[in-house]
C-alpha cells in the first residue's frame, strides 16, 4: 500500500493543475496574478496559488476520505494525509481565508431593510456553518487518529 501513496499523491496534483487551468487559465499559475472573485456587489481579490492551495486541500480531503471509507484496512499514511487534509481545510476556513472573513463582507441582498435579512444575520449564518464544520472536521479527525493509533500499537 505505501508504493501506491506517492502516485495518488501526484496523481491529486495533476488533477489539480487540470482544475486550476481549467477555471482561472494560465494566469492561475503566476505568483502576481490576483484571481478576482464577484459576489453581488464584493469583489474578493486572491492569490491564484492561493486558490490552487484550496483546490489541493479540498481533493486531499475527498481522495482520502473515500479511500479510508473504502479500503478499512487502508495503513497509517493514508490516514494521516487525512488527517493534515482535515487540518488545512480547518486552517483555511478558519483564518486563511479572506472570502470567509465576516470583517470582509459587505453584502446587500435586496429589499435588506428588514433585520431579517441585513447584513448580521447572514453573517451570524455563514459562521455558524463554519463552526459546525469545524466542529465536524474536528471530531473525524480525532476519530481518524485513534484508528490510528489502534493499528500502530497492532
Known amino acids: 500500500m505505501l508504493k501506491r501513496e506517492p502516485f495518488f499523491l501526484i496523481?491529486?496534483?495533476i488533477?489539480?493543475?487540470i482544475i486550476?487551468?481549467?477555471v482561472f487559465g494560465i494566469a492561475g499559475f503566476q505568483i502576481d496574478?490576483?484571481?478576482?472573485?464577484n459576489i453581488h456587489d464584493t469583489y474578493f481579490i486572491l492569490s491564484g496559488l492561493y486558490m490552487l492551495l484550496g483546490i489541493f486541500t479540498l481533493l486531499l480531503f475527498l481522495g482520502y476520505g473515500i479511500k479510508l471509507l473504502i479500503f478499512k484496512n487502508s495503513g497509517v499514511i493514508p490516514g494521516i494525509l487525512f488527517i493534515l487534509s482535515c487540518i488545512l481545510i480547518l486552517l483555511f476556513l478558519s483564518?486563511?481565508?479572506?472570502v470567509f472573513n465576516s470583517q470582509?463582507?459587505?453584502i446587500q441582498p435586496l429589499g435588506s431593510n428588514s433585520a431579517l435579512f441585513g447584513n448580521d444575520t447572514f453573517i451570524k449564518v455563514?459562521?455558524?456553518?463554519?463552526l459546525f464544520i469545524l466542529i465536524?472536521?474536528?471530531v473525524v479527525s480525532l476519530t481518524t487518529g485513534k484508528k490510528i493509533v489502534k493499528i500502530i500499537k497492532q
Open 11 to 13: 496523481f491529486l496534483v
Open 15 to 17: 488533477v489539480t493543475a
Open 20 to 22: 486550476q487551468f481549467l
Open 33 to 37: 496574478n490576483d484571481i478576482d472573485i
Open 95 to 98: 483564518e486563511l481565508n479572506p
Open 104 to 106: 470582509n463582507l459587505n
Open 126 to 130: 455563514l459562521n455558524s456553518m463554519r
Open 136 to 138: 465536524l472536521l474536528l
